[in-house]
């Protein structure tokens, strides 16, 4: 179905309305980026501009010469939007943010169209992402992650409307963006494949298998080159993150999570369909089985994200149907109202993952200690660390090394005060704390440097 005038209008001003809301945030909320892994992108970038390659291993994080096997598409991006604007890649990460969020909403409305054909539900569509959390989290960084889903929904508008290999080569740059996009979408193309076949609708089963064909076969180069370094990636428990099912539901926000809820008794009037099933059967599979995984690449908000695009397609779908349901006008309004009620409540401002006080200590550690030292700290400060030429005992890309489980807890051990044992083993230059230091009396080496706020930075006394 194509766009009428009035309907393009519709669903383009609220997809301005989501862009101007994300720039806001990207201009007046976060000075620092709200997710450590911005800086890993930076550095990565920056070693692309300087050096015109790759960077073939990470000479920071212990042990050094960790090979880097993830794939390339999104640092080259970044790198390349620098160059081609002068901006440096601090400033190009939030444009390319603000572009990544419109692509991304254009095409989960573009797709939606197959759902929801009246222009006011896709409007809707847009409203439900927007107050989404999770959304605003990705979309207001710039990582892999974000890059890769910003494709997810053009990978399944091009399935829907049968241009199998177009599909096909959306699908190869998912896979030269991040991983877990890339298998997520094959998995689901796999059972897309599988719901065709046993439903006897072959066309849509043999495109299925093209699209997955072509992007294997575009990505083929890649992961056979790094095969042995991907298959070596170690999975761990990563004690300063929250996986937990809650953190997912909190993510995907309550509005949504309500109206795509009272969407299920009625889904015998919606349009379900192969498509629709796989791209909601295969993700909550993963979220679900998620919940007894002690992997790193399965906290359940990481696999929720997924979900996103068909519960906001559920959500619509079931207000649109209420909506049309109530007689009064006034019924009609106060449902309008409650809607805004709780999509106000629910609004979630994405943070800085630093402060003020961070930045200076930062500013002080680049002052007085010699680049290439280890620095201790927690697992988000490390990547900033590590961005700015310091050496790390956890951090960036840890499933990389085959005890990140054991680096993870020895330091979150010692930052909760409990033991010494990371001083012994990482014998660090410098030790930065975000928080007020605990176990002091494993200092003893250490004495205090700087402070700012809950900030603080010990040195070794002979330093």
């Not at 090979?67 to 990460?93: E, R």
């Not at 809650?246 to 009625?266: D, M, N, S, Y």
């Not at 009620?341 to 200590?361: R, Y």
């Amino acid at each position: 179905m194509s766009f009428r005038p009035n309907e393009k209008q519709l669903v383009l001003a609220a997809i301005l309305i989501a862009i101007a809301v994300q720039v806001i945030l990207l201009a007046f909320f976060l000075p620092y980026p709200n997710v450590p892994d911005v800086f890993e992108r930076q550095r990565v970038s920056e070693f692309i501009l300087q050096n015109g390659s790759i960077p073939q291993f990470d000479s920071l994080i212990a042990p050094n010469g960790v090979n880097y096997v993830y794939p390339p598409l999104a640092d080259l991006i970044l790198a390349g939007v620098s160059a081609a604007t002068g901006l440096a890649p601090l400033i190009a990460w939030k444009v390319i943010a603000v572009v990544l969020f419109a692509f991304f909403l254009f095409f989960c409305a573009r797709f939606a169209e197959k759902y929801l054909p009246k222009p006011e539900e896709r409007a809707l569509l847009i409203l439900f992402l927007l107050f989404a959390p999770l959304v605003l989290r990705r979309f207001v960084s710039f990582v892999a992650e974000t890059v890769g889903l910003a494709f997810y929904p053009l990978l399944f508008y091009l399935i829907y409307r049968k241009k199998f290999w177009l599909a096909g080569i959306c699908l190869a740059i998912i896979g030269y963006l991040h991983f877990r996009t890339f298998f997520t979408a094959l998995l689901v193309l796999a059972f897309f494949a599988l719901l065709s076949f046993a439903r006897k609708e072959n066309k849509n089963g043999i495109g299925a298998l093209k699209t997955i064909f072509a992007g294997a076969l575009i990505c083929g180069p890649f992961y056979i080159a790094n095969y042995a370094g991907i298959i070596s990636l170690s999975g761990f428990a990563n004690p300063f993150i929250d996986e937990s099912f809650l953190t997912a539901l909190k993510f995907l926000g309550l509005p949504l999570l309500l109206f795509a809820i009272i969407a299920v008794p009625l889904l015998r009037r919606f349009r379900w369909d192969s498509l629709f099933a796989a791209i909601t059967i295969v993700p909550l599979a993963m979220v679900l089985l998620s919940l007894g995984s002690q992997n790193a690449v399965a906290f359940p908000y990481r696999e929720a994200v997924f979900l996103l695009l068909p519960l906001a397609i559920l959500a619509a779908f079931s207000f649109s149907w209420a909506f049309k349901g109530l007689k009064s006008k006034w019924m009609k309004w106060a449902l309008a109202l409650c809607l805004l009620a709780i999509l106000a409540v629910n609004f979630s401002v994405p943070h800085s993952a630093f402060l003020k006080g961070d930045e200076l200590a930062i500013s002080y550690i680049k002052d007085a200690v010699p680049k290439g030292k280890l620095v201790l700290s927690d697992y988000s400060a490390e990547y900033w660390l590590e961005y700015e030429g310091y050496s790390v005992a956890i951090g960036p890309f840890m499933e990389r090394l085959p005890d990140a489980g054991k680096r993870l807890e020895t330091v979150k051990e010692f930052l909760d005060g409990k033991n010494g044992n990371a001083l012994k083993e990482f014998r660090p230059e410098c030790v930065f704390f975000r928080q007020a230091v605990k176990g002091e009396e494993f200092l003893s080496e250490y004495e205090k440097k700087f402070a700012s706020g809950n900030a603080s930075v010990y040195c070794l006394r002979n330093a």
